[in-house]
T-cell receptor, first 116, second 112 residues
Framework: GQQLNQSPQSMFIQEGEDVSMNCTSS?????WLWYKQDPGEGPVLLIA?????ELTSNGRLTAQFGITRKDSFLNISASIPSDVGIYFC????????????????FGQGTILTVHP | NAGVMQNPRHLVRRRGQEARLRCSPM?????VYWYRQLPEEGLKFMVY????????ESGMPKERFSAEFPKEGPSILRIQQVVRGDSAAYFC??????????FGEGSRLTVL
């Protein structure tokens, strides 16, 4: 089946540092999404990307949809302790009718630890 | 999370018992997705349902697993004769207008 390779697997950073993580795939996706999951909770949508080359920001978060449609990255600037959690990328493909479709392929996750 | 309601949050079953997980999507939504997350892994698609109709069940194990979304009431994911390997978090999601998914808090199944 399709696989997304997400890296790094884990990161340990100091508060205030910037963070970068990325996902790559051997196949093309029409949408890229980034989620954050806290322990015992469901994934929360951070940023959604719908167009190749698109660069989108949400506060301190910035994500880009790669030109080849096979990759995406997420940057977090000036990290704070509450950024701790697991970050997942997810790729989506349109169905035969060309409409959006919520069948997503998820990466393995990046575990972020922020030291105060 | 964004109005998707799942219950129970935690469920413990012994091997061979049945597990039933329920999901109510966001208000006004008639589609639900079920995903499974094994410990320390990403989420994996299981099934996509509309009211009274299964659209895509390509991620569902062929045996023991079934899902429904009746005209009235929540969507139900049913696992018969559970085994230890079924222990996981099961998430339900509603779909936004642009295809993004909004997940519930999940149901965590532990099989003893």
């Amino acid at each position: 089946g399709q696989q997304l390779n997400q890296s790094p697997q884990s990161m340990f950073i100091q508060e205030g540092e910037d963070v970068s993580m990325n996902c790559t795939s051997s196949s093309i996706f029409n949408t890229w999404l980034w989620y954050k999951q806290d322990p015992g909770e469901g994934p929360v949508l951070l940023i959604a990307l719908y167009k190749a080359g698109e660069l989108t920001s949400n506060g301190r978060l910035t994500a880009q949809f790669g030109i080849t449609r096979k990759d995406s990255f997420l940057n977090i600037s000036a990290s704070i302790p509450s950024d701790v959690g697991i970050y997942f990328c997810a790729g989506g493909k349109a169905n035969a009718g060309g409409t959006s479709y919520g069948k997503l392929t998820f990466g393995q996750g990046t575990i972020l630890t922020v030291h105060p | 999370n964004a109005g998707v309601m799942q219950n129970p949050r935690h469920l413990v079953r012994r091997r061979g018992q049945e597990a039933r997980l329920r999901c109510s999507p966001m208000k006004g939504h008639s589609h639900v997705y079920w995903y499974r997350q094994l410990p320390e892994e990403g989420l994996k698609f299981m099934v996509y349902l509309q009211k009274e109709n299964i659209i895509d069940e390509s991620g569902m194990p062929k045996e023991r697993f079934s899902a429904e979304f009746p005209k009235e009431g929540p969507s139900i994911l049913r696992i018969q004769q559970v085994v230890r390997g079924d222990s996981a978090a099961y998430f339900c999601a509603s779909e936004g207008d642009a295809g993004e998914l909004f997940f519930g808090e999940g149901s965590r199944l532990t099989v003893l």
